[in-house]
């Protein structure tokens, strides 16, 4: 199905303009041409329109006739997606368009992640701009860019751009959620050398690979049980270590992605490949067995290659190997507070050693500060142990619930009102970025929701129909019904 077929789908006014966003490659920290696009967007529409000075765009829309007494919204999502594939899709991120599909009440990408996380936000922000039969009170709408890897346009906002009192952010994956609380989280990179050695030509070269795992988002999806293919990957290095010399390693990817693949090139003694094949298959029947309700399409696989003449050193090798297996993965700790809902956890998001490097990259999350430094710490301890320099960097706060909230009442009731059952109010896991936005703008009253999206950072990503048809008749209804101003 062609990405034409998915402008006839309903609501047409939103996935048009979805459509039109999705033709424009837009990772995060290179959304020049997204920001081009959205600034020329707003320009078109006659709407005041300016860029700040960390690159996002701010779109402001005078109140409709009867609804100027009406306290002005900031509609805020983030223009950026993750850029994640299959291995054996052929696709140029940089280049190229997504391309969709629809399956059974789906919007779908072809191995590609889909970016309806946040575009179907963005999409529905430039539907509300460009209708001239919504009812609405003054609009500031926010686009900001490097949510996936940073949050730097929510930090980089300051202060003085925005008036609204109200801010709606439509980066909620549930249609059946409000949500008014989330995680902050924090980047923990290690790296360190190793010295390289020469293996001698009594050795056989092998290729591991770990495929086929659901991967999925580093936040919403770390509580599911899902497999982390880094840590797979390294369960098998330690099973064979003393069998085996280490190439390179290429695991995972995005810090705000599950690892869903990787690939060691090792080689060991003639004499102990049997030993080495009969530890692969212990190993992978043991894996696939632990993981078979959870990992249904998981795939190892042991191929024979060449091998470069040079390895890791036996010590680094061994020290690797046990920080990784020490290293704090999935979920940490539930909150006492929400139950439910997780407090802390920790990503090994990717594992790269080659030609003499090595790097580790996490992703710390906690609704809680005090937790997200006992994470951060625990793993530093055990990455410097290793004889890695450990870096945190990116740290920012999470976003604390508040149960009082008057636009929290207003969402609540129209739910119930539209579609006949309760909300459930919740705080996630994930970083949405009211948290960074508040500290900015204290006195501004924050909610979050949007349409049902699933296996967000990953291929699998997925929007369904229905549920953004409900989402935006939810998102007119509450734009009528904005309280008035003090």
């Known amino acids: 199905m062609s990405n034409t077929e998915i402008r006839n ?25 997204i920001i081009e696009f959205m600034v020329d967007f707003g320009k078109k529409l006659g709407l005041e329109t300016l860029v700040d000075p960390v690159g996002n ?12 007494k009406r306290k002005t919204v900031v509609l805020q999502s983030h223009l950026d997606m993750v850029h994640q594939k299959n291995a054996d899709t052929d696709f140029d991120f940089d280049t190229q368009g997504i391309e969709m599909y629809v399956e059974n009440g789906w919007v779908k990408a072809k191995g590609t992640t889909l970016g309806a996380d946040n575009g179907l936000g963005v999409a529905a922000i430039m539907s509300v701009l460009a209708s001239d039969k919504i009812e609405h009170p003054g609009i500031e709408a926010l686009f900001t860019i490097d949510e996936e890897t940073g949050m730097t346009g929510a930090q980089g906002l300051q202060p003085g751009y925005l008036n609204g009192e109200i801010l709606l952010n439509l980066d909620t994956e549930e249609d059946d959620e409000i949500d008014i609380g989330c995680a902050g989280g924090v980047d923990v990179t290690a790296k360190g050398t190793y010295t390289q050695t020469q293996v001698n030509s009594f050795s056989e070269g092998f290729r591991i690979n770990v495929k086929g795992l659901q991967g999925g988002h580093s936040g919403m999806d770390i509580d599911k049980g899902l497999a982390n293919a880094n840590k797979l990957m390294n369960g098998f290095l330690k ?16 810090r705000n992605a599950i690892p869903r693949e990787s690939e060691a090139i090792i080689s060991c003694n003639k004499e102990n490949t049997e030993a080495l094949k009969l530890a692969y298959n212990n190993y992978q029947l043991q894996i696939k067995s632990e993981y078979k309700e959870k990992e249904p399409e998981l795939l190892f696989s042991i191929k024979s290659v060449e091998f470069p003449e040079n390895a890791m050193d036996s010590n680094s090798k061994t020290k690797l190997i046990k920080s990784i297996d020490e290293a704090i993965n999935g979920v940490y700790k539930m909150s006492e ?45 055990s990455f410097e142990k290793a004889g890695f320099e450990v870096k945190l960097s990116g740290s920012y706060p999470g976003w604390s619930p508040n149960r009082d909230s008057a636009i929290l009442k207003v969402l609540t009731e129209l739910y119930e009102e539209l579609f006949k059952s309760k909300p ?50 939810f998102l007119q209804e509450i734009l009528k019904n904005i309280p008035v101003k003090n």
């Open 9 to 33: 789908q309903e609501p047409k006014i939103l996935w048009n303009h979805f459509a039109d966003i999705n033709a424009i490659p837009r990772a995060s920290k290179k959304e020049e041409r």
């Open 57 to 68: 765009v701010i779109i402001r829309k005078p109140a409709t006739i009867g609804m100027e």
């Open 239 to 254: 099973k064979v270590a003393d069998l085996i010399e280490i190439h390179s390693i290429h695991g995972g990817g995005l």
């Open 337 to 381: 507070e929400i139950p439910g809902l997780v407090e802390a956890s920790n990503n090994i998001a990717k594992v790269l050693v080659e030609d003499g490097t090595i790097q580790i990259l996490c992703l710390t999350r906690s609704s809680v500060e005090k937790s997200k430094e006992e994470v951060a710490q625990q793993l530093r301890a």
């Open 424 to 473: 459930e109010v919740v705080a996630c896991h994930a970083g949405l970025e009211c948290g960074i936005l508040g500290t900015h703008y204290p006195e501004m009253d924050m909610i979050s929701f949007g349409p049902t999206i699933k296996g967000a950072h990953s291929p699998d990503e997925r929007a369904n129909i229905a549920s953004s048809q409900r989402f935006w008749i």
